[in-house]
């Protein structure tokens, strides 16, 4: 099993399933700054495949997201895994 294919597999069983467009994947969602509960801004992995753009809207766990920045992480020329930085739109007062 390749790494991202080991990546994936332990994000479909830890992970909660998100949208975003016509795309679907199971990723893993935490805060930013630990310890502030103020902050809206979420730190996303997904596996490779799982590729949104700036600006678009991801929706996970009952809430909608908008995407602040998007990369992937590469080992060997391959695309390990997709991180993103999201800000949830319909928390806090919102």
Not at 42 to 54: G, H, N, R
């Amino acid at each position: 099993m390749s790494r991202a294919a080991l990546i994936a597999d332990l994000l479909g069983h830890y992970g909660s399933a998100a949208v975003c467009g016509e795309q679907q994947a199971f990723v893993l969602l935490r805060p930013v700054q630990r310890g502030v509960q103020e902050d809206n801004r979420y730190l996303c992995t997904a596996p490779y495949s799982f590729c949104p753009k700036v600006g678009d809207t991801v929706e996970c766990m009952g809430h909608v997201y908008t995407v602040l920045r998007c990369d992937g992480v590469f080992a060997g020329g391959h695309r390990l895994y997709t991180w993103a930085v999201l800000e949830q739109q319909d928390g806090w007062g919102r």
